[in-house]
């Protein structure tokens, strides 16, 4: 545990820089009118197109989106998360409003184009907003700032169902306008409000950035070092990431965790059609789950600071193992679906700050291939988790939520042998010891 007084939420909110607060904000607006991968299904089969032909553009839109987190990481590598930001935003605003164009008979293969297109470009912002999330928040308050950004991300996609509700009583074509709008407002936020300069230099110190907040060395920077060391090639980078056993571990767990966490929006409401509960059941789970999650998050972030980080992960994964666990017993009371969404919710808010920031904490030669690689899997998974949960539940029944349960406890421990830390009384590595736990001016903001 780290000596250094416990992180406080307003201590936390006090100390963000305004362009990480300009960038949480573009973050919300985005999502709010993130309408595509939701409703696009619904929407084609409204206008006409087969089920079949609907699932197509989803599994297009998924397969740009994986590619699109690889594609962000390179260009914020090579011209900033500034300019990154407002190219896949400004690509991405045509072309989600032409989807409505394109809906028609006949049009097939353009509406696949642009839908794989609007998912590569949609989602290459989110390397370039972690990387400027971590190079302009101060060290001490790192995984906080991360837990921030989850929750502009929830908060958005809470709301997005309802705004999408009232827009569709008006005309469904609307839903993919007001999408492209929020993606061209958040380029021009960018343009306006985001430093020009964040990225640290090459050889500069990128690491510490759960590491100071731990009081402990990142042992995972060790292999991030070398490439920084050798070349800031991107084959290189890649090729030291496949030779880092660790970070290999943790990437497995995001895998993992992501496939067993994505059933809760698959299966449960199938499991809950089964068991006869009704509609609007499965809505006032969502709703719960929603509520806990954007209230209590940053407080139970700021409170969990003073343990290890690796305590923070496994300890989030058997929690949410539990609640998955629980879904099992849904067929007998909705309480039991209750308890178990709430579980998993409480794991994720434990768990899932750590998870996202650690990338992170690798030197900035290499942390925006990182932080890419690891949206990439957790995309990858996503897009795996319908064919593999459905497949799996309608086999095993109850059954699937115990493997559900057992799955996430072994994403665990595959995080906890991935982000943990050598004990030592050191600094992190390339830290200053005079100035260690103050919080540290980046990219001209403080």
């Known amino acids: 545990m780290t000596e250094e007084a416990p992180v406080r939420v307003f201590d936390a909110l006090k100390a963000t820089p305004a362009p990480v607060r300009y960038l949480l904000g573009g973050v919300l607006v985005n999502q709010l009118g993130a309408f595509v ?20 553009a989803l599994v297009a839109y998924s397969i740009g989106s994986i ?25 991405s605003a045509p072309l989600v409003a032409s989807i409505s164009w394109l809906s028609g008979p006949g049009m097939l293969w353009p509406l696949l184009a ?8 949609t989602q290459a912002y989110r390397p370039a907003a972690a990387v400027l999330l971590s190079d302009l928040m101060p060290d001490r308050y790192q995984v906080m700032a991360f837990s921030m950004m989850r929750i502009a991300l929830n908060i958005g996609a809470a709301l997005a169902p309802l705004i999408a509700a009232v827009v569709i009583l008006v005309d469904w074509d609307l839903l993919f306008w007001i999408d492209g709008a929020t ?36 042992e995972d920077a060790t292999a991030a070092d070398q490439a920084e060391a050798e070349t800031a090639d991107g084959r290189s980078a890649y090729a030291t990431m496949l030779r880092d056993r660790k ?17 809760g929006h698959i299966v449960l409401p199938l499991e809950l059609a089964e068991d006869h509960y009704p509609t609007g059941f499965y809505s006032t789970v969502l709703t ?31 929690v949410e193992a539990v609640g998955l666990a629980v879904y099992a017993l849904s067929p007998r009371s909705g309480a039991f679906t209750i308890t178990g969404a709430v579980l998993v919710v409480c794991g994720i808010m ?11 904490t690798f030197p900035a030669a290499v942390k925006a291939r990182y932080i890419g690689t690891m949206q990439a899997v957790g995309g990858a998974a996503s897009a795996l988790a319908p064919l593999f949960g459905v497949y799996l539940w309608t086999r095993l029944g109850g059954g699937f939520w115990l493997l ?9 421990l595959f995080a906890l042998a991935g982000v943990r830390q050598p004990p030592g009384p050191g600094p992190a590595k390339g830290a200053d010891p005079r100035t260690e736990g103050e919080p540290e001016v980046v990219g001209g903001t403080s």
């Open 288 to 318: 719960v789950s929603s509520v806990v999650l954007i209230t209590c998050e940053l407080k139970i972030t700021a409170y969990l600071s003073r343990l290890p980080k690796h305590v923070r992960v496994i300890s989030g994964h058997l």
């Open 67 to 91: 590619f699109g987190t690889m594609l962000g990481a390179e260009i914020t590598h090579r011209s900033g998360p500034r300019t990154t930001i407002m190219v896949a935003m400004a690509a």
């Open 37 to 56: 991968q939701t409703f696009l299904v619904l929407y084609l089969t409204y206008r006409g197109a087969s089920v079949s032909a609907a699932g197509l």
């Open 114 to 121: 642009v839908v794989g297109l609007a998912g590569l470009f």
């Open 350 to 360: 434990i768990a899932a700050p750590s998870m996202f920031a650690h990338p992170a």
């Open 183 to 218: 993606a061209l407002v958040y380029a021009l936020l960018a343009f306006a409000l985001l430093p020009k300069k964040a990225v640290e230099p090459a050889g500069a110190a990128g690491e510490g950035a759960d590491g100071a907040a731990d009081g402990t060395a990142d």
């Open 247 to 263: 970070y290999l571990l943790y990437l497995g767990a995001i895998l993992l965790g992501s496939l067993t966490y994505a059933q």
């Open 404 to 412: 559900c349960g057992i799955v996430t406890a072994v994403a665990g």
